[in-house]
């Protein structure tokens, strides 16, 4: 890692797309006052300028390695690989939302700010090398969140999701804190650089340094909980219920994707050589995730709760590929992701578009004959419901089969075998949401519906891409190989 | 058959696959209410797919090639983990091939065309047509892999959407069953190609790689409790998927439910070819990547399958449904086909071979009939059905061709095949070949009462039972002539498929 002396190592070229995207947030802010009601859409136009503007700003930070800012955020290939997935997440959140929010008259300008600060935060966490820019991010993210799921201001159900998220998140920012304040106080460094300088140094001495295995083991639990890995996954069900769909949405993908490159940095690039030692406690988690996730999954019959389940069942197999510490292992872990997203981002979406009907529709119920009510969408979810199962040609079965190769490799059985078992329990639940679509329809009358122009677009894009990338895994698995091999 | 040489450069494999793909988009992009142009267009695709499928055959030389592949491709897919796109066909796949494209343009061409969402029938139809042939043509054990699972999703729905009774239920025991069987072979997988990693160096999921590298080596238990060859570990990781589809006795209980509770286009292809698939399976996997497992886990599956050779006979014999009695004739008649297969020898492996094509033929035929009984007659209970051959003679006749098949009479195809098994089996284990030979005496005696039974004792209760249309002659005409051309033949089928099979691995040690 080059080392800039230019003074305090200022280089806002580093961190160009991060301040693009918050740049925008404030315009957006200034553009409210002055728009009228009836013209917000300009304001989801103007936030989705700025964010391709910051991704066209990520494309020279590919292949590069620039410690900037006293090595507190670093610009390089990873950083890169998670910008380009948040800022396309959030782009395709911006598209579909004019429409859902005057569906549900809640069509505010703060909103497109929130998510911008929301999409900076999570790239800067990306992005952070150091304690410090990590507690950043994950604060800019947080709040921004904290705010949007209770966005629905007079539905009661949104204020509680908002209220949960506060109190149960504020906890695990203590415990993140706390975390850092003792690995601080056993390593007298910030600077992943220097924490990881420190426990090589040391040697075997940092397997046994109380104080560090601590402030490790309390920070695991902060980033667990943004990662909605279990046992840290109380609040994902009920704030993911209670959100406005499509804050769930853009939460579900992007705030996980985030929370995991903060743990691939920490565990994988800073504490390799005590890998022994964050190996099982990581290793239960994921374990816990997998049989949480799934076997709960089974019993709910509402989609958004469904899916809340799954995600934390997808957290555990995400967790998986960080367990062997390789490059191949993290590459797996980042193509992961990256398929999640898509799939995740669709499976939601279309709930979204369902739920402009009102809160009733994620109900499994609502779904019955939705093949013939509306065949479009019913036909995508079925694309991403097989996606998150795992079956071929989608990317879910890349994404696990690249997981499961890891393991096997790196003669990890016991994880790999309750993988294995709970993807088998998995089939039940997503196959049975498509089940229920081609089930006969209840009422006679049919209600066709269009869905709007955006709003298919990204569906059919977010579909299309779950299937080519299933098809086709070679190119980003590249991308996602490339940018894990940074570490090594 | 070497009857003319092929052009090289075409893909002639990947049109196979690709043929009812591009069948499959246009019906999808047919309007739903046009169902006689969506019905026209999947028995196009199925047809020219069994043309070119014949093409294909008329072009295969004996015993030429590397390993005796032909029309071989191989592109990479991705590269960084060694995962190809390899496709080939040998003495294993050909004729499987071949009963591939036929069963599918059967099938399609029964379908009623007033079958509720025949669009969606017929498209996934199409697409499970690319993903069996799929099957048969990989070479690379993940493309393998993927045209397995990719099957399941569809017959998952064909028989969850548009079966009979407890479809769901069926449908998710079938899923079930399935599914635990494919994983378990998907982690053999990735552990032999590790395994191949770590002995060559060689980073690769290609069959024809692995294949030339038996995995070796001992793993020993954790807690003392002993030591498991690793290839036995693979072998039963991949015998479990290709058991349960098959479906070898114990993990056939999913089959009764399935088989009686799909429509019959879907059961053609579920009990003709799917089941071979699990056979199929076993020969080019399990015998050739495992050779010394497959010699020393072989004789107790030759139990099992003679077990189910037994048992399915004997179910056969109390049902009265008579779909559920083809169903168990069906489980018997696979048993002999996986006797063959683990008798290991030439004989027991090339009669194998040659009673899949068969099974795949008679089982067809045979559902075809218990359907155009029930559409007839409105039931499918022996104990109702009398003296119909009085009424249509030529049903009664057709009928019979078949039976006599199905019972193995000398002249049919069926005992082609099940004297070869025979005389594998009593090279390897004589006391299963005699316990096979109770199960022909059986198989006799269901199928002979079930043609006597409704079809000859007077007096003839279901009024108005009408003869065979020239329609339903046609669908059986194919697979009657393949019951007499293999039967007046028999040395046909062997002596193509015979320098394939003698290059196993598992007949060289």
């Known amino acids: 890692m080059t080392i800039n002396l230019n003074g305090l190592g200022i280089d806002y070229g580093a961190i160009l797309p991060e301040l693009i995207v918050t740049g925008t947030a404030i315009v957006v802010l200034f553009l409210d006052l002055i728009v009228p009601a009836e013209r917000r859409r300009w304001l989801a136009a103007v936030s989705v300028v700025g964010l391709l503007a910051a991704l066209v700003a990520t494309i020279p930070l590919w292949g590069q390695n620039r410690a900037a800012f006293g090595d507190t955020v670093v610009a390089d290939s990873l950083a890169a690989f998670f910008n380009v997935l948040l800022i396309v997440i959030s782009i395709l959140t911006v598209l579909v939302s004019p429409r859902f929010l005057r569906a549900l008259d809640l069509d505010h300008g703060e909103y497109y700010i929130l998510l911008l600060g929301a999409t900076a935060g999570m790239m800067l966490l990306a992005a952070a090398t150091s304690l410090m820019t990590i507690f950043l991010g994950i604060e800019l993210l947080s709040i921004s969140l904290y705010v949007l799921s209770g966005f629905a201001r007079t539905a009661l159900r949104s204020q509680e999701s908002a209220m949960k998220y506060l109190l149960l998140g504020g906890f695990a920012t203590g415990f993140l804190l706390y975390g850092m304040a003792l690995i601080y106080g056993a390593t007298g460094s910030t600077t992943l650089q220097g924490i990881a300088a420190f426990t090589t140094a040391s040697g075997l001495g940092a397997s046994s340094n109380v104080l560090l295995l601590l402030g490790i083991g309390f920070l695991s639990v902060g980033l667990a909980f943004k990662a909605s890995a279990a046992p840290f996954h109380m609040w994902t069900p009920d ?250 | ?25 246009l019906v999808a992009l047919t309007p739903t209410v046009a169902r006689r142009v969506i019905k026209q267009l999947g028995i196009l695709a199925s047809a020219i797919t069994l043309l070119l499928v014949l093409v294909i055959v008329g072009g295969f030389q004996h015993g030429v090639g590397n390993l005796h592949l032909q029309f071989e491709e191989a592109r990479q897919w991705v590269p960084t983990v060694g995962i190809s796109y390899h496709v080939g066909v040998d003495g294993l796949s050909l004729f499987l091939l071949g009963l591939n494209a036929l069963l599918f343009l059967i099938a399609i061409l029964v379908t009623s065309p007033a079958t509720p969402r025949l669009k969606q029938f017929i498209l996934l139809l199409l697409i499970l047509e690319a993903a069996t042939a799929g099957i048969l043509l990989s070479l690379d054990l993940i493309l393998f892999y993927v045209f397995w699972e990719a099957m399941l999703v569809p017959l998952y729905f064909l028989i969850g959407v548009w079966g009979e009774g407890p479809r769901v239920y069926a449908a998710f025991k079938f899923l079930i069953y399935t599914v635990i069987g494919s994983f378990a072979m998907l982690v053999a997988i990735l552990a032999v190609a590790a395994i191949n990693f770590a002995q060559t160096g060689q980073l690769s999921f290609d069959w024809t790689v692995l294949v030339q590298h038996p995995a070796s080596g001992v793993w020993q238990l954790p807690l003392n409790l002993g030591a498991i060859g690793i290839p036995q570990l693979l072998f039963l990781g991949f015998a479990l998927a290709f058991a349960i589809k098959m479906p070898l006795f114990p993990l056939h209980t999913w089959l009764p439910a399935a088989y009686t509770a799909s429509p019959i286009p879907v059961v053609i292809v579920l009990a003709g070819l799917v089941s071979k698939l699990g056979a199929y399976g076993f020969l080019r996997f399990n015998l050739a990547l495992f050779p010394d497992a497959a010699h020393s886990l072989g004789p107790a599956l030759a139990v099992l399958a003679t077990t189910g050779i037994l048992y399915g006979a004997f179910m056969a014999l109390v049902q009265t449904d008579l779909k559920r009695l083809v169903a168990y004739a069906s489980m018997s008649h696979l048993g002999f086909i996986g006797l063959g297969i683990f008798a290991g020898n030439l004989l027991g492996i090339e009669g194998a071979l040659v009673q899949m094509v068969n099974h795949g033929v008679i089982i067809a035929a045979l559902f075809l009939i218990v359907a155009m009984i029930e559409r007839r007659t409105g039931t499918r209970d022996r104990a109702q059905l009398r003296g119909l051959g009085a009424r249509a003679p030529l049903f009664a006749a057709l009928f019979l061709v078949i039976s006599l098949a199905a019972l193995g009479l000398p002249g049919l195809n069926g005992f082609v095949g099940e004297f070869l098994i025979m005389l594998g089996a009593w090279t390897a284990f004589v006391p299963l070949a005699v316990a096979a030979g109770i199960g022909v005496i059986l198989a006799a005696w269901y199928v002979l009462r079930f043609y006597q039974g409704s079809f000859q004792e007077a007096p003839p209760q279901p009024a108005g039972f009408i003869e065979m249309r020239v329609a339903d002659v046609g669908v059986l005409a194919p697979l009657l002539a393949l019951m007499i051309v293999i039967g007046v033949s028999p040395a046909f089928f062997p002596a193509a498929v015979e320098a394939t099979v003698k290059a196993l691995p598992v007949l060289l040690r």
């Open chain 1, 239 to 488: 704030v993911y219920e209670g959100a406005p769909t499509l804050v769930t949405t853009f939460m579900s993908v992007a705030t996980k994707s985030a929370a995991f490159a903060a743990i691939g940095r920490v565990f994988i690039a800073t504490f390799p050589s005590i890998a022994s030692r964050w190996y099982f406690p990581l290793a239960l988690i994921a374990i816990f995730s997998l049989f949480i996730g799934n076997l709960v999954a089974i019993t709910q019959d509402n989609l958004k709760r469904m899916l809340a389940y799954s995600g934390i069942a997808h957290a555990g197999y995400i967790l998986l590929g960080i367990l062997p510490g390789t490059a191949e292992g993290f590459s797996a872990t980042l193509f992961y992701i990256a398929g999640y997203a898509v799939m995740n981002f669709g499976a939601f979406a279309v709930v979204t578009v369902l739920g402009s009907g009102g809160e009733r529709t994620a109900e499994l119920s609502y779904w019955r004959g939705l093949f013939y009510r509306r065949p479009f969408l019913a036909t995508v979810m079925t694309i991403f419901m097989l996606s998150l199962a795992g079956i071929p040609p989608t990317v879910g079965f890349f994404a696990k089969l690249f997981i499961f190769r890891a393991l096997v490799d790196a003669q990890i059985w016991a994880p790999l075998i309750v993988a294995v078992i709970m993807t088998i329990v998995s089939f039940y639940y997503y196959l049975r949401v498509v089940v229920v679509m081609l089930a006969a329809p209840e009422e006679t009358t049919v209600e066709r519906e269009r869905v709007g122009i955006s709003t298919g677009t990204v569906l059919g894009a977010a579909a299309a891409a779950t299937i080519i990338l299933g098809i086709f895994p070679a190119v980003v698995l590249n991308w996602a190989t490339h940018a894990a091999s940074l570490h090594f």
């Open chain 2, 1 to 25: 058959m070497g009857w003319y040489a092929l052009p090289t450069t075409v893909p002639w494999l990947t049109l196979a696959v690709v043929i009812p793909l591009s069948g499959a988009l």
